[in-house]
């Protein structure tokens, strides 16, 4: 099972984009979906899950208010809405699927990942 990131792009600051997750391959479970972002250089960065069903969403402070995850558990998709975008959101954003609980702002709970997405804000 792999998981298919897509959406990202080049934006100004300011701008709005959305950032799809859809898995290839058979994809079953009551699966957390997590967003995560990653420079060069630099560690992965926790920016927000949604919990299995989609109850409940938890977002890194750094975006709190501007990012918006949301999920179609019929489909499998997972969206990560960006809004008023800032030049520190640069970053591949990376989508992953894990089981249970604990902190979900851990990258080592997820089981699946996807390759990553660039998405890239220009002043």
């Known amino acids: 099972v792999q ?3 897509s959406g990202g792009g080049l934006v100004q600051t300011g701008a709005s984009l959305r950032l799809s997750c859809a898995p290839s391959g058979r ?7 997590g967003w995560f972002r990653q ?3 630099k560690e992965r ?10 109850a409940n ?3 890194a402070d750094s975006v709190k208010g ?8 019929a489909n499998n998709m997972v969206y ?4 008023s975008l800032k030049i520190e959101d ?7 699927a894990g089981l249970g609980g604990g902190d979900l702002s851990r990258s080592n709970l997820y089981t699946y990942w996807g390759q990553g997405t660039q998405v890239t804000v220009s002043s």
Do not use: H, K
């Open 80 to 83: 990560l809405q960006m809004s």
């Open 27 to 33: 994809f079953v479970g009551s699966y957390n979906m």
């Open 45 to 54: 960065e926790f920016v927000g899950v949604i919990t299995w069903p989609g």
């Open 57 to 59: 969403t938890y977002y």
């Open 39 to 41: 420079n060069q250089g």
């Open 3 to 5: 998981l298919v990131e």
């Open 90 to 96: 640069t970053a591949v954003y990376f989508c992953a």
């Open 66 to 73: 501007r990012f918006t995850i949301s999920r179609d558990n």
